[in-house]
C-alpha cells in the first residue's frame, strides 16, 4: 500500500467521521466544527487529487468564512429545545423524501465514476489548474453551476427568513 492510499483511507475515514459527529452532536457549535474538520479532510482530498487551488479555496471559503457565518448565526439564534417548535409529520416526510432524492444522486454519481477518472488520467496533471476548472465549469457543467447558485440564493433567502425576528 503506498503513502497516497493511506492518506486517501486516512482522509476518507476522518472525512465520514467528522460528518457522522456532525450530524449526531446534540450541540451546534460542537457540529459546526466538526464539519470543519470534514472541510479540511475534503481539502486533503483535493491535494491528492492534484487540485491545490480547490483545496486553498476550499479552506479558505467553506472552512474560513462559511463556518464562522455558521457560528455567529448559532450563537445569535439562541437555539434552546424550550422554544424550538415541534414540527409536523409532513415536514418528517419530506425531509425524508429529500434524504432518499439526495442519496439516489449519490448513487447516480457513483456508477459515474469510472468514467470520469478515465477522463481524469487523460487530463494528465492539469486537471486541478484554474485554466482547466474554469473552461470545465463554464462549458461542460454551467446549467448545475447556474442551478447551484439559485440554490445559494434561496438558502441565504431561508436564512434571512429565520433569522427575521416574529411579525
Given at each position: 500500500m503506498s503513502i497516497t492510499e493511506i492518506?486517501?483511507?486516512?482522509?476518507?475515514?476522518?472525512?465520514l467521521g467528522g460528518a457522522l459527529m456532525m450530524v449526531t452532536s446534540k450541540n451546534p457549535v460542537y457540529s459546526v466544527l466538526w464539519l470543519v474538520v470534514v472541510f479540511f479532510a475534503i481539502s486533503g482530498h483535493?491535494?491528492?487529487?492534484?487540485?491545490?487551488?480547490?483545496?486553498?479555496?476550499?479552506?479558505?471559503?467553506?472552512?474560513?468564512?462559511?463556518?464562522?457565518?455558521?457560528?455567529?448565526?448559532?450563537?445569535?439564534?439562541n437555539m434552546n429545545a424550550d422554544n424550538e417548535p415541534q414540527k409536523n409529520k409532513w415536514l418528517k416526510i419530506a425531509g425524508a423524501v429529500a434524504g432518499g432524492s439526495l442519496m439516489l444522486v449519490f448513487v447516480a454519481a457513483l456508477r459515474q465514476t469510472e468514467t470520469l477518472q478515465a477522463q481524469l488520467v487523460n487530463m494528465g496533471g492539469e486537471a486541478g489548474l484554474i485554466k482547466t476548472l474554469g473552461k470545465t465549469l463554464f462549458t461542460d457543467y454551467v446549467l448545475p453551476f447556474e442551478i447551484s447558485s439559485v440554490l445559494f440564493l434561496s438558502a441565504m433567502v431561508g436564512a434571512v427568513v429565520i433569522g427575521k425576528k416574529g411579525d
Open positions: 492518506l486517501f483511507w486516512f482522509l476518507s475515514a476522518l472525512a483535493y491535494i491528492l487529487l492534484n487540485a491545490q487551488f480547490l483545496a486553498v479555496v476550499n479552506i479558505i471559503v467553506y472552512a474560513g468564512a462559511i463556518m464562522v457565518l455558521f457560528l455567529f448565526v448559532i450563537m445569535l439564534m
